[in-house]
């Protein structure tokens, strides 16, 4: 048995114990946990200080140590995360449905841990305490295994926060970090069946491909956003402006961000100018179809294939302007990756096919794809946001990392 | 582009149409196609003798011939479930959850159609009808593998409901049958990554590692069964006789049926005779630990650490006797695979305990596990019975072939 599969098979013996907390232990321990983090601010630091002088040595790139870098205040707020945590409700336990069957047999759907949650994430180490306290509430063990680059980071934060629950009473096995950070290892972790009950890949896209390529364990796919703004030849043209502006540039690195607009023939004149000079603003370079061309002229990049199909993550947009809402649901489920779409309308016929017709997580009228979150959902913390179809799909809480059980009760009845 | 991905990229095509149907407009071709099968009786039992023939020829077993048989009986028992479909709730346009944000956004979250369910399965050609016909009451399109020894009787089948669908002004290809039969039309179906949205293995634990191994599209693992009936020292023995002989002999072929029993010490002397004596007018063969071949003798034979691990889906019962219901629960939770447990017990404590800490789709508390079954839970009809913890878990009718959507209605909200 390697070490991952000893992890993992320790993992689901922990799970047992788990299962049986009560809402008070699991939020004791997240507390505990938000206390040593603070009381232990400067042993984190000093990891991080070692992780980042490794990656300057390595040439990482600034945009990529500042998500290494932790600091005093970073730290506060992991602290807070936990304690925030503490406050939400329990996910486990609710009791979703339930009958008597004609037979006598009273049966209750109920909430309960998933069991075995696996992470697989790149360079921010706060994912580490983030991940650990939300499986730890709904009652998982984890086993967690980050990038390379923030080993020392994480080996500190795990350390932490397995003696910090340990203290309380739980296992400090229920928090597992995996310090083998190569990529067979992270293969290895695809293919835990029988321990691992669910693995959620958080990062890129590459991350994200491998992991579905290469799982055998059910996975829940995340993250990647091709998200699309529609302005309907009825839109009010200031508003589809803010819309985009806030869609494109508030935030350009995060995958609820907008990466295409498309614009109705009738308002294509008026609006693109329009929209081009609030882009401007923030030097969003435009790849457009040739009618855009036509209209903004030569600021405008001609938009390839490949363009409609890509996840910038930049301040870049494609634009096309297209013939007919139709047109419109149709380039939206061809190029969408399921996340967010948004249109512009003011037409209750519009705004009607387009939420029932466009297949993605969040589809929005008249309202920025940035929403899409589990915060502003009011889920409390989100652990991720799923793509797929399959479990959840949209910003995952708590409550997406419970499963269900029938629990049925008789006086005796066969069939 | 081969033959398997045009269909997969045609299905979902057509998946759009399928999202915009009204319940009407589904059960209308649900109705069709009870007709056109009862009305093609002569076409389905002819193709169906066909396979029949060239199983004979193959050499194969009289069982798996009854398997694939047909006959006018069974082809009405399939218009009648189209007919039963026709009459169950739809499970799509449900609205799950819904609020309004502090910013005036105002979210529901919606159960719609998964879009493209892929079903591969064994010998019953009648699964080809199931499938289809929830398939398209749930709103998608599926695409269907059945095995190679009923190709012929799956091609009648899927021809007549494709006509019938389509003469109620369904697109034909909202129902596709894969005629490539090979392993490698298989496998190319488990990977059809962006046209598949969700792909269900119906058939035995060959068939269900196979996709669990193989597939890169998101699976749900249906139907091993190793469950357990746990005989507590406080069992009303009569009563536990009667569960186990139930979930032991009433239909030992399928997935809900004990493969294993479990007795407390302090009731095992005069348990375990008497189970025996009621098995035994079934002819079940018992495999028992050194303690139960103590009590019972030379009629039982030593139980090996491979048979607590096996589903045996045959007349043989593994026996053990536990010291505790911790051993027992431990025992479970170790060999079960996560279908349906059966504790035996009048104690309170015992049954809060194992219902609490057992990790199954079904816990039992005096009743046969016999009972995990759509039909039983009221579902209307079943697809498959999930094993596993993600989308699903137990028996899964129309709502587990639904996903969600959230649909956010603003007037103009940037984040």
Chains 1, 2 share one sequence.
Not at 142 to 150: F, N, S, V
Not at 225 to 230: A, E, K, L, S
Not at 323 to 335: G, Q
């Amino acid at each position: 048995m390697t070490t991952i599969q000893a992890m993992g098979q320790r993992a689901k013996e922990v799970s047992v114990d788990l299962r049986k907390l009560t809402t008070q232990q699991k939020n004791q321990a997240l507390l505990a946990i938000a206390e040593d983090l603070l009381a232990h601010t400067r042993e984190i630091l000093q990891a991080n200080e070692q992780d980042l002088l490794l990656a300057q040595e390595n040439g990482m790139s600034p945009v990529m140590q500042d998500r290494l870098r932790l600091t005093a205040q970073r730290v506060q707020d992991m602290a807070q995360g936990a304690r925030q945590v503490a406050g939400l409700d329990d996910p486990v336990g609710r009791v979703l449905d339930g009958k008597t069957l004609p037979n006598g047999l009273r049966m209750q759907k109920v909430a309960v841990p998933m069991g075995v949650v696996g992470m697989i994430f790149e360079s921010r180490p706060n994912v580490t305490v983030d991940a650990a306290c939300l499986c730890l509430k709904s009652g998982n063990c984890c086993l967690l295994r980050g990038g390379k680059e923030a080993l020392r980071s994480n080996q500190a934060l795990a350390g932490i926060m397995r003696r910090a629950v340990e203290r309380t009473g739980l296992p400090a096995d229920c928090i597992q970090l995996l310090e083998d950070t190569s990529r067979e290892g992270a293969r290895e972790m695809m293919r835990l069946n029988g321990y691992l009950d669910v693995l959620i890949p958080r990062g890129g896209a590459g991350l994200i491909r491998s992991v579905v390529e290469n799982a055998t364990v059910p996975v829940i796919e995340t993250g990647t956003g091709n998200c699309h703004v529609y302005v309907d030849a009825s839109a009010d043209l200031d508003m589809a402006v803010q819309i985009i502006f806030n869609a494109k540039t508030s935030r350009p690195s995060v995958c609820n961000a907008a990466e295409t607009l498309l614009v109705h023939r009738d308002v294509a004149e008026a609006f693109l100018p329009m929209a081009q000079q609030a882009l401007a603003e923030k030097h969003v370079e435009l790849r457009g179809c040739p009618r855009t061309m036509e209209i903004l002229g030569r600021h405008v990049i001609p938009a390839t294939e490949a363009d409609y199909a890509t996840e910038f993550l930049d301040y870049i947009l494609a634009v096309r302007v297209v013939d007919s809402l139709d047109e419109a649901i149709k380039h939206v489920n061809t190029y969408s990756t399921g996340h967010s779409e948004c249109i512009v309308t003011n037409d209750y016929t519009a705004s009607e096919r387009f939420t029932q017709e466009v297949d993605a997580a969040a589809v929005y009228v008249n309202a920025s794809t940035r929403f899409t979150d589990g915060g502003e959902f009011g889920l409390g913390a989100e652990i991720g946001i799923s793509t797929q179809k399959l479990h959840a799909r949209g910003p995952m809480g708590l409550r997406e990392l419970t499963t269900t059980k029938y629990m049925i009760f008789g006086q005796g009845q066969v069939r």
